[in-house]
């Protein structure tokens, strides 16, 4: 859990919160273009809600997690809940996940930005220049500034250009996908018309796919899932598995003891036979076959696929 | 049995807990500890043991003799520098009596009172220290190191101080893949072990630690057994398997490697430390619950995966004087 050491507002619609160790602890560093999973109080559904937000350092040594939030008026309350925070509020902070990190090889790096999206562009830039890479930053946003416009000039310099519009944006970056050096690598975040369209361009410009690299949020932390219950066929015991708590811990809790060791989906330890009932099956170990098979589950990760389940214990 | 003898099987991280053995990818969280019959181990990810200046003064000969045991691709100075804090980190907070790591703004104070040192540097600064980050720490921990960098869908080993391999060479494999450093391992292809370990690792957080246990026999207990050398300790095996079965049980040693795999921070790369525990035949016979799971994994290893291990020629004779052991103890 982190406190919101300070906030500031960036434009009429973007929040800038750092938050850092109620014991000012250092915090883990972390790769640039990561993320964070922010617990953004509860929804309707009773259940949390859990947004992924880029950070803005360079992830070396931080003594804060910096992330920049638009409100959204019309979303599910995520960013809304973030700006009604105040100084020393507690929030609910995942590690860093890194998920678009500059690869490390490159010769140069084009950084392409749109509005928001300049969050996880921002973390790039300062940990370009920190390291001394070569890169460049293609920033588009519409009206007024654009938000971390200051810290891009100041960042970038000369290796900074800013447009106001798509055409405007592709009448230099349309010519400058054509004659950067080989080994360059593209990074884009932004919406998802400006992602697709600079990799369909860069694809017909002739770069490889494994050059071309976007930001995309959701994949990294498992779904809490939803609740079900289970069977226990020796003893007909039913144990209840609520959203957000694993099938082992379930069981644990329950006192069975279940042989388990990375309790992440991939060692193969906690496997339990299923007597009845199907699986979602989220882990890492069992092939395709045996997942189709349905006779055993992985109870770190997976979960019933409807509300029951039946296991041989 | 000699203080050292006794601390030393005390704290050896036997790695058996069946009757057979195959590879699998055994990860679990790191930092927890082991119980064994006679001890046990795995409170600390850097461990430093009775055997520090020794082991360390072994490293500095080897590493003097031969500079390429160290290696690192000029992209991974990042994680050089990653790598250095999370040990500096790791050993100051195990032993915090004699290591601490101090921050001042921008400077740094690294001081390791066990070899008398004092270090200050600035992060990223290369000029502040007296050689690259990762060599400079490698040499005062007794762990090998090497570094993976994750990219392309991929892990590459582009980065390592390693002086005491179990017969495989650093310089080799040096900016290979995660698959390809592993292509020689038997059945684990097939079995799909190492593409399983390599999506776990490329899963892992900043700051998650995980650990393993591998093994294999070493005659003589020599910690340089890497292919660089072979022509020093091929022989070994030879002269062990010809000799008399007599000598097996003060030769012929368990060797058992206790790997953490930590996700870096800045860097994102992943940070393999291997420490390496050995244990004469003579001192597992004092542990009889030990001798006898010993001789059993020995007995049904599969001929490929001893062959693979190096320990074809030498298992026999083991098998041997453990049975024999067994036999001179009444049981």
Redesign the interface.
């Known amino acids: 859990m982190l406190v919101v050491g300070s906030l500031s507002d960036l434009t009429d619609d973007v929040r800038h919160l750092r938050l850092v160790d109620p014991g000012g602890a250092a915090l883990p560093a972390y790769a640039p273009g990561s993320h964070v999973v922010l617990e953004c109080g509860v929804g309707p559904d009773g259940l949390p809600r859990r947004n992924a937000y880029s950070l803005t350092g360079s992830g070396v040594e931080p003594d804060s997690y910096a992330l920049s939030v638009r409100r959204d008026d019309t979303g599910r309350g995520g960013s809304r809940w973030i700006h009604a925070l105040s100084l020393g509020d507690s929030v609910e902070v995942s590690r860093p996940r890194s998920a678009f990190a500059p690869v490390s090889t490159a010769r140069h790096h084009v950084l392409v930005a749109g509005g928001i999206g300049v969050t996880p562009i921002l973390s790039h830039a300062r940990a370009a220049v920190r390291w001394g890479r070569s890169f460049e930053v293609h920033y588009v946003f519409r009206g007024g500034d654009g938000p971390h416009l200051d810290d891009l000039i100041n960042l970038c310099g000369n290796s900074l250009q800013t447009y106001r519009g798509s055409s405007e944006l592709w009448s230099t970056l349309a010519p400058a996908l054509l004659d950067r050096p080989l080994g360059t690598h593209l990074y884009t975040c932004g919406p998802a018309p400006l992602i697709d369209e600079v990799h369909d361009r860069a694809r017909a410009a002739g770069w490889p796919p494994q050059r071309i690299h976007h930001e995309h949020f959701g994949i990294a932390a498992l779904e809490p899932g939803t609740a079900f219950t289970v069977r226990l066929r020796s003893t007909g015991a039913d144990v209840e598995v609520p959203s957000g708590t694993s099938l082992l811990d379930a069981l644990e809790q329950h006192g069975v003891a279940v042989p388990n060791l990375c309790r992440q989906g991939v060692c193969g330890e906690c496997r339990v036979p299923v007597a009845a009932g199907a699986v979602a099956h989220r882990d890492l170990y069992l092939t395709e076959d045996e997942k189709a098979a349905g006779d055993c589950v992985m109870p770190c990760v997976s979960r019933a696929e409807g509300p029951r389940l039946e296991l041989e214990l | 049995m000699s203080t050292a003898t006794d601390s030393r099987v005390a704290t050896f991280p036997f790695p058996f807990a069946h009757d057979t053995y195959r590879y699998?990818?055994?990860?679990?969280?790191a930092g927890g500890r082991v119980v064994t019959a006679a001890g046990g181990w795995g409170e600390h990810v850097v461990d430093v043991d009775e055997r520090y200046l020794t082991e360390l003064a072994e490293r500095d000969r080897i590493l003097a003799a031969d500079p390429t045991r160290f290696q690192a691709l000029p992209?991974?100075?990042?994680?050089q520098w990653?790598a250095m804090?999370a040990i500096m980190r790791s050993l100051s907070a195990s032993y915090p009596r004699t290591m601490s790591l101090e921050?001042d703004g921008g400077l740094w104070r690294w001081t390791n009172h066990a070899l008398d040192l004092e270090q200050a540097f600035v992060?990223?600064e290369r000029a502040t220290l007296p050689e690259p980050p990762l060599r400079f720490i490698g040499r005062q921990i007794q762990e090998d190191v090497v570094l993976l960098?994750?990219?392309?869908g991929q892990l590459w080993g582009d980065a390592g101080l390693v002086t005491f391999a179990a017969d495989w060479s650093l310089r080799f494999d040096v900016g290979m893949s995660f698959l390809q450093i592993h292509g020689p391992v038997p059945r684990i292809h097939t079995e799909?072990v190492i593409t399983?370990?390599q999506?776990?690792l490329m899963?892992l957080?900043?700051?998650?630690q995980?650990r393993r246990t591998n093994w294999t026999l070493t005659v003589d207990g020599r910690l340089d057994t890497s292919t660089e050398t072979y022509p020093e300790w091929g022989r070994d095996r030879r002269t062990l398997a010809d000799g008399p079965l007599a000598e097996v049980g003060e030769r012929l040693h368990l060797r058992v490697e206790v790997q953490h795999l930590i996700r870096?921070?800045?860097?994102?790369a992943i940070m393999f430390l291997v420490r390496t525990h050995m244990l004469p035949f003579t001192d597992i016979a004092l542990v009889p619950a030990w001798a006898q799971r010993l001789h059993s994994v020995l007995s049904e290893l599969p001929d490929d995966m001893a062959e693979y291990k190096g320990i074809t020629r030498i298992r026999q004779p083991g098998i041997d004087w453990l049975a024999d052991c067994r036999t001179r103890s009444g049981s």
């Open positions: 699998s990818t055994n990860v679990e969280p992209h991974m100075e990042i994680a990653d804090l921050r992060h990223g960098d994750q990219r392309e799909g399983r370990a999506s776990f899963r957080e900043s700051g998650q995980f870096l921070g800045a860097s994102g």
